[in-house]
């Protein structure tokens, strides 16, 4: 290295370089004393952890009774009149902090009334895993570095191959969330398909309109935004048509294109429903095209008997996406990539430094740095292991049952409930609904009943369109969610609908 190069000038120690480039010791124990600030003593740890213990306690006690909503009066402005400074404040300010500004408003996705979007989860098991895997500073990247950390990934990874019904062989990784995945996914199969940037203008992927916009944004992000993107049309009940599927994969072929990816849906996100999987990846095999599935939302359903029912098919996708983060109710930040050939992984994500020759092993585990985006990674698998570990599966598989049947006995609710038109029947827990009004335009009544719903707060819900039409969508998700909320909500959502009519 050459040392002539360091600006010397722009440090304030710059007089205490002695000619033979040495340094005073002075200088280092000084140094030394306020940087030993960043490991706290025995005193000051005793208080983080008791005022950050009781900040948690304080959280959990309400969190059932706080609004699932609690519109912005952009309070957290106020974050902004504390800015980063040289010196610290006490543990108990800065926790105030946090409490004023953060933990007010917004979603409260741990409300057990939270029906929004894909509800998250939050299990408080997580946040210990999470905690210890910020204490042990485990590098969960290289096998060599951590095996246990790298183990346990895998472990976490053959344990979901297993519950979707994936063979022996099939890999994967855990990655931040679902859109992240996705992206894996799209760029494997790219690979996979030898696709080159001149083909891209002709290679043709196909999903509905209710695909998650991420699988769009995945496209573009992997420099493919001139593929060609089909809408394969519906069969009236929100599922992609196979017969269409087929037909527009022979129109494509016949015109020269390069149909390369279906990707089917196990739950949208829009309505919870399920594409036909079994069926689609028989057409996918028979044309020699990709099958991803995005199962983000609902592949974990395949944890309960009800689900799986559903998800017939799951197994034979090449590729599928779960988050964690959803329906195992983790906190957010944990997706999963699964491949059905985990050797497809490594073309698209390898690569590694001369600097990494240290770290290589013969061990039989997949180093998720190899393939994967991440090099450092969190050590996501702990807040996942430590809950199945002290948990065991069976909470898991009764909380997705139990959602299940939560929705379809709120969809028997509002069919009951003058004047709602509830959508098709749930595939796995979401049901759409909406209110048609004795006069005046049903989509501006939903608008404004939702807007409402929103200033009450009490509940959460959001709303979407089918086509032209404007629907509420009621996404039972939460693993605080049982059946006095839902009862709880309807009740809320009868009186709203009331008041907004006057
Ligand atoms: C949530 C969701 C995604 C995106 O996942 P993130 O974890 O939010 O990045 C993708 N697909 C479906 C079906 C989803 O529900």
């Given at each position: 290295m050459n040392h002539s190069s360091i600006d010397t000038a722009s440090l304030n120690y710059h007089h205490t370089l002695t000619a033979n480039g040495g340094v005073s010791v002075d200088l280092l124990a000084d140094l030394e004393k306020k940087s030993r600030l960043l490991e706290p003593s025995q005193d000051e740890l005793d208080k983080l952890f008791t005022k950050t213990e009781h900040y948690a306690r304080q959280h959990l006690a309400q969190v059932h009774d706080t609004p699932a909503y609690v519109k912005s009066g952009d309070r957290s402005i106020g974050l902004l009149s504390s800015p980063i400074t040289e010196t610290g404040i006490s543990?108990?300010?800065?926790?105030?902090?946090?409490?004023?500004?953060?933990?007010?408003?917004?979603?409260?996705?741990?409300?057990?009334?939270?029906?929004?979007?894909?509800?998250?989860?939050g299990i408080v098991h997580s946040a210990f895993g999470d905690f210890l895997a910020a204490i042990g500073g485990r590098y969960a990247g290289v096998f060599h570095s951590s095996p246990g950390a790298v183990r346990m990934e895998n472990m976490l990874v053959r344990w979901m191959a297993e519950v979707v019904g994936?063979?022996?062989?099939?890999?994967?990784?855990l990655a931040s969330g679902g859109s992240i995945a996705n992206l894996s996914a799209v760029i494997t199969a790219r690979e996979a398909h030898g696709l080159r940037g001149s083909d891209y203008d002709r290679a043709v992927i196909y999903m509905t309109a209710h695909t998650h916009h991420c699988v769009d944004k995945a496209l573009r992000i992997a420099g493919m935004g001139s593929s060609i993107l089909r809408r394969v049309p519906e069969d009236g009940r929100c599922r992609m048509s196979p017969e269409a599927l087929e037909k527009s994969i022979a129109a494509d072929k016949a015109s020269g294109l390069?149909?390369?990816?279906?990707?089917?849906?196990a739950g949208t996100t829009n309505t919870g429903t399920v594409d036909p999987l079994a069926d689609l990846a028989t057409i996918a095999r028979s044309n020699n095209l990709w099958f991803h599935v995005d199962g983000a939302y609902g592949a974990f359903f395949a944890l309960c008997p009800e689900g799986q029912e559903v998800?017939?098919?799951?197994?034979?996708?090449?590729?599928?996406?779960?988050?964690?983060?959803?329906?195992l109710f983790l906190p957010f930040g944990t997706g999963?990539?699964?491949?059905?050939?985990?050797?497809?992984?490594?073309?698209?994500?390898?690569?590694?430094?001369?600097?990494?020759?240290?770290m290589d092993s013969?061990?039989?585990?997949?180093?998720?740095?190899?393939?994967s985006p991440e090099l450092?990674?969190?050590?996501?698998g702990l807040r996942m292991w430590l809950p199945l570990k002290v948990l065991g599966v069976a909470p898991f598989r009764a909380a997705l049952s139990e959602k299940i049947y939560l929705a379809r006995y709120a969809y028997e609710r509002l069919k009951a409930m003058d004047g709602i038109q509830v959508g098709p029947y749930p595939d796995l827990s979401i049901v759409t609904y909406r209110y048609v009004p004795p006069q005046g335009d049903p989509n501006e009544f939903n608008r404004s009943l939702v807007k409402s719903l929103h200033e009450d707060?009490?509940?959460?819900?959001?709303?979407?369109?089918?086509g032209s039409t404007v629907v509420l969508r009621m996404a039972v998700g939460s693993f605080r969610t049982h059946r006095q909320d839902i009862d709880q909500s309807l009740d809320i959502l009868n009186h709203t609908i009331g008041h907004v009519q006057k």
């Open positions: 543990i108990d300010d800065t926790l105030n902090l946090l409490h004023d500004y953060v933990d007010h408003e917004g979603l409260n996705s741990g409300s057990p009334r939270y029906l929004g979007y894909i509800p998250s989860g994936y063979p022996r062989g099939a890999g994967g990784y390069d149909p390369w990816l279906i990707v089917g849906s998800l017939t098919g799951i197994n034979q996708s090449d590729s599928l996406v779960l988050d964690p983060h959803k329906t999963a990539l699964l491949m059905r050939d985990q050797e497809f992984l490594g073309p698209a994500h390898g690569g590694r430094g001369a600097y990494m020759v240290d013969d061990a039989n585990e997949l180093s998720p740095a190899y393939v450092t990674k969190h050590f996501r707060g009490r509940v959460f819900m959001t709303s979407t369109q089918i």
